[in-house]
């Protein structure tokens, strides 16, 4: 096929909601921006592992370590499937994580901050799922397949998620003075960085116009924020807290929450890898990976020699 038919084929599955798929033509920049989105939102699950593991040894009671583990290990499984997706553009597992251990890749600023009460369990899973969910449900339109496929999954555990975390902060919120406190102070502090995961303003995003125009983005980082504000702003009253920003005001002309402005300075500071856990996050994630060095060898070698085997047996492959 001449590269202008390409071209026109891969425009014509764009226009009309027709997925990409792995084998077939897509320009390279399309590919470029798949891998580095994917891996990105990959190492996001996957680093987003530390900040609750954290409390996992430290649940108040047996029903919410569970509640806790079950949602780590979800969010491992998350990291899997978004790694396998993207394998199928081209790039190799080894290649994403290497370039996270060495700082070359990005995952989400919100887990560079420190998870300092219980609270905070719940306000991750409200707010920090709420946002990814928010965004994830939209990315189930993307238009490369696998992706598209894997967030489908990947949403239905997420919605999990976010009403575990609703639902440990209703009981703090309906607790003693010292438990209201505790959730108020962990809303205070999560609140602006989950606002700054949508990305910066569209303004300044350098990648929204072209991710939009190939339906990889499906909402822009602002409009995706504003649909944020306007439910956890109905969400924080059934808590009886507030959220805080002294410019959150409901807008009856727009439909929508007026809110300040965020902390710009603040968030490239953290995607710059200068927030407040940057280091430790990525010394524990490079941690893990020579630890589990072992791990990847035996799986190797077992499957080496289940390959000799069949081979020698002449059974088919599986
Ligand atoms: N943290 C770190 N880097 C960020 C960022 C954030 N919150 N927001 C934007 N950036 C980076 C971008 O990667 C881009 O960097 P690059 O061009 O050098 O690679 C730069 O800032 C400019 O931003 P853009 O708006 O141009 O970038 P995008 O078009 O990629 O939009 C995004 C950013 C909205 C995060 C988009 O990549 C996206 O929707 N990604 C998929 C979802 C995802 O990764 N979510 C992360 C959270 S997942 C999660 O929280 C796990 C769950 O279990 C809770």
Same mark, same amino acid.
């Given at each position: 096929?001449? *590269?202008q038919?390409?071209?026109?084929?891969f425009?014509?599955k764009?226009?009309?909601?027709?997925?990409?798929?792995?084998?077939?033509?897509?320009p390279e920049a399309y590919?470029?921006?798949? $891998?580095?989105?994917?891996s &990105?939102?990959?190492? !996001?699950?996957?680093?987003?592992? *530390?900040?609750?593991?954290?409390?996992?040894?430290?649940?108040p009671?047996?029903k919410?370590k #569970?509640i806790?583990l079950a949602?780590v290990q979800?969010?491992?499984?998350?990291?899997?499937?978004?790694?396998?997706?993207?394998e %199928?553009?081209?790039t190799?597992r080894d290649?994403?994580i290497?370039?996270?251990?060495?700082g070359?890749?990005?995952?989400s600023?919100? @887990?560079?901050y420190? !998870?300092?009460t219980?609270?905070?369990?719940g306000?991750?899973g409200?707010?920090v799922?709420?946002?990814?969910?928010?965004?994830?449900v939209?990315?189930?339109?993307t238009s490369?397949?696998?992706y598209?496929?894997? *967030?489908?999954?990947i949403?239905?555990e997420? !919605?999990?998620h976010q009403?575990?975390?609703?639902?440990s902060l209703?009981?703090l919120?309906?607790? %003693?003075?010292?438990?209201k406190?505790?959730?108020?102070?962990?809303?205070?502090?999560?609140?602006?960085?989950?606002?700054?995961? @949508?990305?910066?303003?569209?303004?300044?995003?350098?990648?929204n116009?072209?991710?939009?125009?190939?339906?990889?983005?499906?909402?822009t980082?602002?409009?995706?924020?504003?649909? @944020?504000v306007?439910m956890?702003?109905?969400q924080?009253?059934?808590?009886?807290?507030?959220?805080?920003?002294?410019?959150?005001?409901?807008?009856?002309q727009?439909? &929508?929450?007026?809110f300040g402005?965020?902390?710009?300075?603040?968030?490239?500071n953290?995607?710059?890898?200068n927030g407040?856990?940057?280091?430790q996050?990525?010394a #524990?994630?490079?941690? #893990?990976?020579?630890?589990g060095a072992?791990?990847?060898e035996?799986a190797?070698?077992f499957?080496?020699k289940?390959k000799?085997?069949?081979e $020698?047996l002449k059974?088919p492959? $599986?």
């Amino acid at each position: 096929m001449a *590269l202008q038919d390409a071209d026109a084929l891969f425009q014509h599955k764009i226009d009309n909601e027709i997925k990409i798929e792995p084998k077939d033509f897509m320009p390279e920049a399309y590919r470029k921006t798949n $891998i580095r989105q994917i891996s &990105q939102h990959a190492h !996001s699950e996957i680093v987003g592992m *530390l900040p609750e593991a954290n409390w996992i040894s430290r649940a108040p009671s047996l029903k919410r370590k #569970a509640i806790l583990l079950a949602k780590v290990q979800d969010e491992a499984g998350h990291g899997l499937y978004l790694y396998s997706a993207a394998e %199928t553009l081209g790039t190799s597992r080894d290649e994403m994580i290497n370039d996270l251990h060495i700082g070359k890749a990005k995952y989400s600023s919100i @887990f560079n901050y420190p !998870s300092l009460t219980w609270a905070d369990m719940g306000v991750i899973g409200w707010l920090v799922d709420g946002a990814a969910i928010l965004n994830q449900v939209a990315l189930c339109r993307t238009s490369y397949g696998p992706y598209a496929r894997a *967030l489908v999954r990947i949403c239905k555990e997420e !919605s999990f998620h976010q009403r575990q975390g609703f639902d440990s902060l209703l009981v703090l919120s309906k607790g %003693t003075p010292a438990q209201k406190e505790m959730c108020q102070d962990a809303i205070n502090r999560w609140w602006w960085p989950s606002l700054m995961m @949508f990305g910066p303003k569209d303004s300044e995003s350098t990648n929204n116009d072209q991710s939009i125009k190939w339906k990889i983005k499906r909402k822009t980082n602002d409009e995706l924020r504003q649909s @944020f504000v306007d439910m956890a702003a109905e969400q924080v009253k059934v808590l009886g807290m507030v959220l805080p920003d002294e410019k959150l005001k409901w807008n009856s002309q727009k439909n &929508q929450y007026d809110f300040g402005e965020i902390n710009w300075v603040e968030f490239w500071n953290v995607v710059k890898g200068n927030g407040p856990c940057n280091k430790q996050r990525l010394a #524990a994630r490079v941690k #893990a990976h020579e630890d589990g060095a072992w791990v990847r060898e035996a799986a190797i070698a077992f499957a080496e020699k289940r390959k000799m085997k069949r081979e $020698i047996l002449k059974e088919p492959a $599986i």
